[in-house]
C-alpha cells in the first residue's frame, strides 16, 4: 500500500514501517508482515495521513439528445455528469464527445490513462454508429465514403478520412438507414462526411465503442461497467 502511493521501493518502505514511522487507526505498527485494509484504515506516515488513492470508476450512459458531454457549459445546458448519481460522487469525465444533436453510448470515467488510450488516434478504438439520412445512398456514394472522403478543418488543414467499414441496414426513394464504423474521431465526422455526398444526417446513435455496445439501457439510463 505504501509502494503504491509513492513512498518509494517496498523495501524502502519496510524500512519506514520497522523504524517505527508508520501507524495505522493511531497505533504505531513496527513489524512484519502488517496487513492493512486501505479502504477502512487509517495509515499515516511521520504522523501525515496517507492519501486514498481514488477508485477507478467506468460508467456506460445512453446520452439522449440535447445534452452536452462536455463539464463546462456556459450556456447551462444539461451535461452528461448531470445524468449520473453515483453513489461514491467521482469526478467523472466524458470520453470523447458526442455531439448536442446525437444520442447513444457515451462513456464517463476517472481514469485519465484509459481515456487517453480510447480517444488518441494511433490506438485505431473503433466507433459504430446507427444513422439515418436523407435521400437514397447510392452503391458509389456508399463507395466513395468507404474509401475516404477530404474534410477540411477548422485550422485551414485538411486530410482524407481513414477507411469506413458501411452496412446498409434499409433503403427507399426518401431515407436511408445504415451502420457506420469509424477509427478516427473528427469533430462531427460522421454528419460531415455525409453531407459531403448529399445526404444530410436526421437522426445519429453511436451504439459501439471498441468491444461495447450499447445494450440493455433505455435513453438517459447509466450502469457502471465492470474492470
Known sequence: VL???GYGSRRACEEL???GSVTVN???VDSLPAWVNPDEDVIAVHGRPLKRKEKHVYIMLFKPRGVVSTNSDPEGRTRAIDL???PDRPRLYPVGR????SSGL???TNDGELANRLTHPKYEVH???EVVVGGSLTDEEVATLEEGIFLNEKDGDGSRTRETQL???KRDRTRTMLYMELREGRNRQVRRMLLKVGHPVKKLRRVRMGPLQLKGLAVGEWRELTA
Open 3 to 5: 509502494a503504491e502511493a
Open 17 to 19: 514501517i520497522e523504524a
Open 26 to 28: 493511531r497505533q504505531v
Open 84 to 86: 449520473v448519481k453515483h
Open 98 to 101: 458526442l455531439d448536442l444533436d
Open 106 to 108: 457515451l462513456l464517463l
Open 127 to 129: 466507433k459504430g454508429y
Open 167 to 169: 452496412t446498409l441496414l
